[in-house]
């Protein structure tokens, strides 16, 4: 879907996704969501807020999978994504910390927690995945080279993700080198793949994702595999297309 601006969009996907929870809500069935970080989804998780104070968003029966998070930072440092859920999301909605997962990896014990994560994935079909894109072309934090096949895991950031993302933190080197990830595999198994791109430093992963040959050199391309991914993009993330 083509929108004139991310605000159009967004309302596009916040309103897809209300409309497949509450489906799902009304036949008494639950709803699993994944989701995702980075200043792309921030105005849909403000859509969806706004949906859950009307009474028009039921979160009762919602269980929720985030894609990744850095190493090493605690769920209370403003920058992990731990964080960022709950001051943009979590906190606004009437979920139980039970049915919040993020990954984690504490020291000493990041293998078995990868292993924890990556089961509770796979026995749990997510209605929708939200994803954005890294102007790399990685998603999540699947950056370059990462597989068709991969699962789970911890990965070393690329320097271009560790300055893109630095302006979350207060000087670059206090950007995590790690981090772990859902896999290209593991996003390909949700039921539907929602993508979004706004404004024009997107427009060249947009196009590479969309047009180009499905390679690990642009993770997203393998998205072109999956029979329900939906790219939501405005104008200018569009205009190489
Ligand atoms: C980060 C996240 C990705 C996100 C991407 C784009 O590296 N791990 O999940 O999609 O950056 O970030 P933004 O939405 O801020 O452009």
């Given at each position: 879907?083509?929108?004139?601006?991310?605000?159009?969009?967004?309302?596009?996907?916040?309103?897809?996704?209300?409309?497949?929870?509450?489906?799902?809500?009304?036949?008494?069935?639950?709803?699993?969501?994944g989701?995702?970080?980075?200043?792309?989804?921030?105005?849909?998780?403000?859509?969806?807020?706004?949906?859950?104070?009307?009474?028009?968003?039921?979160?009762?029966?919602?269980?929720?999978?985030?894609?990744?998070?850095?190493?090493?930072?605690?769920?209370?440092?403003?920058?992990?994504?731990?964080?960022?859920?709950?001051?943009?999301?979590?906190?606004?909605?009437?979920?139980?910390?039970?049915?919040?997962?993020?990954?984690?990896?504490?020291?000493?014990?990041?293998?078995?927690?990868?292993?924890?994560?990556?089961?509770?994935?796979?026995?749990?079909?997510r209605?929708?995945q939200?994803l954005?894109?890294?102007?790399?072309?990685?998603i999540a934090?699947n950056?370059?080279?990462?597989p068709a096949t991969s699962r789970?895991?911890?990965?070393?950031?690329?320097?271009?993700?560790?300055?893109?993302?630095?302006?979350?933190?207060?000087?670059?080197?206090?950007?995590?080198?790690?981090?772990?990830?859902m896999g290209i595999a593991d996003i390909l198994e949700s039921k539907i793949n929602?993508?979004?791109?706004?404004?024009?430093?997107?427009?060249?992963?947009?196009?590479?994702?969309?047009?180009?040959?499905i390679?690990?050199?642009?993770p997203a391309?393998f998205l072109q595999q999956h029979n329900k991914t939906?790219?939501?993009?405005?104008?200018?993330?569009?205009?190489?297309?």
């Open positions: 879907f083509f929108a004139d601006t991310k605000e159009a969009g967004s309302l596009l996907v916040s309103e897809f996704i209300v409309k497949t929870l509450q489906d799902n809500y009304q036949k008494g069935q639950s709803s699993v969501l989701l995702a970080t980075g200043s792309t989804p921030l105005i849909v998780y403000k859509n969806l807020v706004t949906a859950f104070q009307n009474g028009a968003l039921s979160t009762q029966n919602l269980t929720t999978f985030n894609l990744d998070e850095y190493l090493g930072l605690a769920a209370n440092h403003p920058a992990s994504y731990a964080f960022f859920m709950y001051q943009n999301l979590f906190q606004y909605l009437d979920i139980s910390d039970e049915r919040i997962h993020i990954p984690s990896a504490p020291p000493k014990k990041t293998d078995e927690s990868i292993a924890e994560y990556q089961q509770l994935l796979g026995q749990t079909q209605d929708i939200l954005g894109l890294g102007k790399n072309g990685h934090f950056e370059p080279g990462s789970t895991r911890l990965v070393k950031l690329d320097e271009s993700t560790r300055i893109a993302n630095s302006r979350y933190f207060e000087s670059p080197e206090q950007v995590p080198e790690h981090a772990i990830t929602i993508i979004m791109a706004w404004g024009e430093g997107k427009a060249e992963a947009v196009k590479r994702a969309i047009t180009g040959p390679s690990s050199d642009c391309s939906i790219w939501f993009i405005d104008q200018k993330a569009g205009k190489m297309l």
